[in-house]
């Protein structure tokens, strides 16, 4: 793991101290994109700033999932291509790479 992953491992930095949705401004949980529970971990790739609206909210990306999110809110979007998230066309669906896969249900 290069020092630039181990540096992001720590969430202050990359991630603001507030909702990553536009204009919003709240607060956030840290919202894990895979689930603790399927392994997955603290990774930078795997945390995303969400404020208890859209986190876990009527209009959070817990009730519209992943993919619905990323396409009412292209900030979402941005950020998964920005931290190495993949859309495959043919299943309609955000994944990881392999190596960053394998990053993230190690940490
Ligand atoms: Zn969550
Ligand atoms: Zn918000």
Redesign the pocket.
Known sequence: MSILDKMGLSLGESSSNS???LD???Y?DIHHIMSRGSGAGDHRANCVP??????TGMIGIHVKGRTRFAKDHPEFKKWLLDHGWEFSEITQKWFLPEHLLREVLRT
């Open positions: 909702c990553l949705i919003c401004g709240r956030p969400l404020c208890r609206m859209h986190h």
